[in-house]
């Protein structure tokens, strides 16, 4: 199956103004877009920003790097520059740039319409492709390499822990039963196949393998300790004053996010040390946004959005 080239599938950014709107407190500042994508959030920042602000942007896919240096899609502003890499190291990429300081980092998570509409992908269960979902296709090990050697107890940890699949054990089995009669799953059809044959009840509406394609890319992409690195950059990398607008699709992202700023928005006392003083707090929480209702009706993909935005207090982290 071919790939197809990144100016072939088209992404529509959720929250487009309202996170740039909640990001930019200084248009000659210096801004992260830890998740490039196709370039929307990034697109109308530099808009916003002055001749001296800068926007430096990462991605881990290499088709999101591909549309924003080259073809019809490349950015050319001066002011922009774009690394190949997860937004879980962004404090040594940024320092190899020089960048110790910026006024602000924006996260929009989870996976993008260019990666689920493209079949070579292997990201949804509505298109037949390989079994892939590597959002990095040049490292790392492809969703159908980790169930052709994970036993039944890993596999159904994955999908129970990252999908909130209640009939964990059952897919599990059943795709280990599979392997071992000498045909394991490699194609995101067999795989959606064998999970409808073993998940008795779905909620109305939702495909049988929505919850195990879900777990599968999180497991297979370490989503979630990802997030945990970028949010522990953004303490270290904003100025105070500085802005954290992350933008997450499901309540294990979301759930991460909120902690995290809940956290680090109050002031904690060392239990071992009782008469010390209390740390500061390191970020103040500025709210919650959600699409509102015709975004939804434009964008379907956008009715599970949570924005949330935080900004950095004047405390050296």
Known sequence: MSSSTPADFSHTTVLLREAVDALVTDTD?????????????????????????????????????????????????????????????LVPTLAAAGVMQV???????????????????????????????????????????????????????????????????????????????????????????????????????????TRTFQALRIFVNAELEELEQGLNAALQLLMPGGRLVVISFHSLEDRIVKTFIARESKSEVDRRAPFAEPRPTRLKALGRVKPGEAEVQRNPRARSAVMRVAERTGVPA
């Open 29 to 89: 500042g210096i801004y992260v877009d830890g998740t490039y994508g196709r370039g929307g959030h990034s697109r109308l920042l530099l808009s916003r920003l002055g001749q001296k602000g800068r926007l430096i942007a990462v991605d881990r896919d290499p088709q999101a790097i591909a549309a924003a240096t080259s073809g019809a899609t490349r950015v050319t502003d001066p002011r922009f520059s774009i690394h190949h890499t997860s937004f879980g190291q």
């Open 103 to 209: 006024n602000g980092l924006l996260l929009d998570l989870g996976v993008s319409s260019p990666q689920i509409d493209d079949p070579a992908r292997g990201f949804s269960f509505r298109f037949d492709g390989p079994l892939d979902m590597r959002m990095d296709t040049t490292r790392g090990e492809s969703a159908a390499e980790f169930l052709a050697r994970a036993d039944v107890r890993h596999i159904a940890e994955v999908i129970r822990d990252y999908g909130e699949e209640r009939f964990a054990i059952q897919v599990a089995k059943a795709l280990v039963a599979r392997r071992e009669s000498g045909n394991p799953v490699r194609t995101t059809r067999e795989l959606s196949d064998v999970v409808a044959r073993a998940v008795k009840t779905r909620e109305p509406g939702q495909d049988p393998a």
